[in-house]
């Protein structure tokens, strides 16, 4: 395995450290001012994200996700990680390069699994930012970490779908500009167990479509992102909604899932940069007995136990991002099985370090540390939780042994 970078991904490299530090950082507290300013929380159309997206397209760093040349960059795996990572060390990042989630699983399956009437209606405006979009699968009366409990029912009625269920964590769908959820449902329930999901494309101004509540996260209400529960009450939408087809829901789940989750992975390693970062400065500037903070010796073993929590994580997400590049996501299961685990624990381990280190400012708003943990927190159930994927990681390993 070779991690170097290639010259096109250190100039990307340098195009986008130099866009964060001028455009991004900065304009972080002018974003949030705007957000509290504006009538409506959930109007996404704030100014000053609208011009610096501008910007990112004007300077080619769009869509850098996708490996597929035709709509995105034409990035392997691992060429976009060290991106990824470093769009995910602001919390708005990711959103102004048009790489933020769920858009990003949402345009993958679309442009791998849609029609072509599904990627003209839906594909490119979310290319172009036009849009945004929502993925509606976990449900609030089952275990949704067994998809297969999924209990919303999508049945065929003549030339339509028709949609009966009730979503929450359905992540983006308080936006104003959240135009599509792509719902997952069951169309057989006799078939078998991995074969009665399917997904369907459902407009938000279906009728029937009804948005609930948002729902906070550890009291960040997260607009005008938000994570929305919905009900889908007799919803109606031409058959040619369906993702390629009837039955096909897991197949599309497991091609979504795993650049999702290595995704969220690379951004969670620019989070723990950036807070190891502050830490460091930090650190050298705060006086406590007559002694700077950097030179008290558990505040070194934070700062030593950081970078090799870092870089363990930084090393086994270059490897995932590798094998699927290489072998594919059937065979990199294991790998990002473990990214999966490790990357949020480590998050959450280097920021706590790093709000210790400041103190009551640690967990004010003046700092990014409180949100980007929380936002790590819940990493470790989206996506599946750590107790699923190591089980999946236990019985491969088991699996090895069988006589």
């Given at each position: 395995?070779?991690f ?5 991904v ?10 964060m ?68 060390r ?15 699983g949402?345009?993958e ?19 172009q ?14 275990a ?12 065929r ?12 964590w ?35 101004d ?60 690379m951004?969670?390693?620019?989070a ?69 685990v ?41 996506d ?20």
């Amino acid at each position: 395995m070779n991690f170097d970078y290639t010259e096109k991904v250190k100039n990307y490299q340098d195009k986008l450290k130099e866009f964060m530090e001028e455009w991004v950082y900065p304009n972080e507290s002018v974003y949030e001012d705007q957000l509290k300013s504006q009538e409506s929380r959930w109007d996404g159309t704030l100014p000053i994200m609208e011009e610096m997206k501008a910007k990112a397209k004007e300077q080619g760093l769009w869509n850098l996700f996708l490996p597929d040349d035709t709509y995105g960059a034409g990035l392997s795996n691992l060429e976009y990680a060290p991106l990824c990572e470093m769009m995910g060390r602001s919390l708005i990042g990711p959103e102004v390069f048009n790489c933020n989630a769920p858009d990003t699983g949402n345009m993958e399956v679309l442009a791998r699994y849609g029609s072509e009437e599904q990627k003209d209606t839906w594909l490119k405006p979310l290319l172009q930012g036009k849009i945004r979009s929502c993925f509606s699968m976990t449900e609030p009366e089952v275990a949704s970490s067994d998809a297969a409990n999924i209990e919303a029912r999508i049945t065929r009625d003549g030339d339509e779908y028709v949609i009966n269920g009730r979503k929450w964590w359905s992540s983006g769908a308080g936006d104003s500009r959240c135009k599509v959820a792509i719902f997952m449902g069951k169309t057989n329930p006799d078939a078998q167990r991995y074969e009665q999901q399917s997904m369907i494309l459902v407009p938000l101004d279906t009728k029937g479509v009804h948005i609930r509540r948002m729902l906070p996260v550890f009291g960040y209400d997260h607009a005008p992102h938000g994570h929305a529960e919905i009900d889908f009450v007799n919803v109606r939408v031409p058959k040619e909604n369906i993702i390629w087809g009837e039955g096909k829901g897991f197949a599309i789940a497991q091609g979504r899932l795993g650049p999702g989750r290595i995704h969220h992975c690379m951004r969670l390693i620019g989070a723990a940069e950036r807070a190891l970062e502050d830490l460091c400065k930090r650190v050298q500037n705060r006086v406590a007995f007559h002694r700077s903070l950097a030179e008290q010796g558990v505040v070194r073993e934070w700062i030593a136990d950081s970078r090799v929590d870092l870089e363990q994580a930084r090393l086994l997400t270059l490897k995932a991002a590798y094998m699927m590049d290489t072998v594919g996501n059937k065979q990199a299961k294991t790998e990002i099985a473990m990214i999966k685990v490790v990357a949020p624990n480590m998050a959450l381990r280097v920021i706590d370090r790093a709000i210790q280190a400041h103190g009551a400012a640690g967990v004010s708003e003046d700092f990014t540390l409180a949100a980007q943990w929380a936002n790590s927190r819940t990493l470790r159930l989206a996506d599946g939780p750590d107790e699923v994927h190591r089980r999946q990681i236990a019985k491969l390993e088991l699996s090895k042994y069988k006589e």
